[in-house]
T-cell receptor, first 107, second 116 residues
């Protein structure tokens, strides 16, 4: 069965510092991975997915199949990045989510 | 285009009662999935409907059920409510369904259920 692990429940950084939110997965097939973000009092929304290899709001994530990881990175954190971040693995029949990491960016 | 709409947004029920939550997917989306979000368990898959048929079901008791109508709108029902059912219930819609390669899933704002 597939599994997604986000080892940090809370990550606190200062504005302008680099950020890395960790995500590890286990899945026997070819994975498709996503990062979702949930700002305070807002809906869960897609941030980025590995097949697009895009950068959204300065965030990037690279799929490392050897290490089974899909860490989310941003070189310079902003206060508006404070939110809950969920890593998710798409494998039939559903998205499997990690436990989430709360990112707090302090001024 | 309009996003995924869930109603009601907030509700309080008493143990033993039943509740029905509604979800209107994005126009053209035929897949609707439901997730339960709690602080302790995180986001857990309940079930998925596609073209009025339940395609997949998560590991929840039979008290949790759902259905989908011909216009793709979906409802989920929880009978004999327990305190532990207090959670945010999220509906998600997509073209092809969860887990499909290249398929993007869009979430509603959720229905906050409190059982007292």
């Amino acid at each position: 069965a597939q599994r997604v692990t986000q080892p940090e429940k809370l990550l606190s950084v200062f504005k302008g510092a680099p950020v890395e939110l960790k995500c590890n997965y286990s899945y026997s097939g070819s994975p498709e991975l996503f990062w979702y973000v949930q700002y305070s009092r807002q809906r869960l929304q897609l941030l980025l997915r590995h097949i697009s290899r895009e950068s959204i709001k300065g965030f990037t994530a690279d799929l490392n199949k050897g290490e089974t990881s899909f860490h989310l990175k941003k070189p310079f954190a902003q206060e508006e990045d404070s939110a809950m971040y969920y890593c998710a693995l798409a494998a039939r029949p559903m998205l499997t989510f990690g436990g989430g990491t709360r990112l707090m960016v302090k001024p | 285009k309009a996003g995924v709409t869930q109603t009601p947004r907030y509700l309080i029920k008493t143990r033993g009662q039943q509740v029905t939550l509604s979800c209107s997917p994005i126009s053209g989306h035929r897949s609707v999935s439901w997730y339960q979000q709690t602080p302790g368990q995180g986001l857990q898959f309940l079930f998925e409907y596609f073209s009025e048929t339940q395609r997949n079901k998560g590991n929840f008791p039979g008290r949790f059920s759902g259905r989908q109508f011909s216009n793709s709108r979906s409802e989920m029902n929880v009978s004999t409510l327990e305190l532990g059912d207090s959670a945010l219930y999220l509906c998600a819609s997509s073209l092809a369904g969860g887990g499909q390669t290249g398929n993007t899933i869009y979430f509603g704002e959720g229905s906050w259920l409190t059982v007292v």
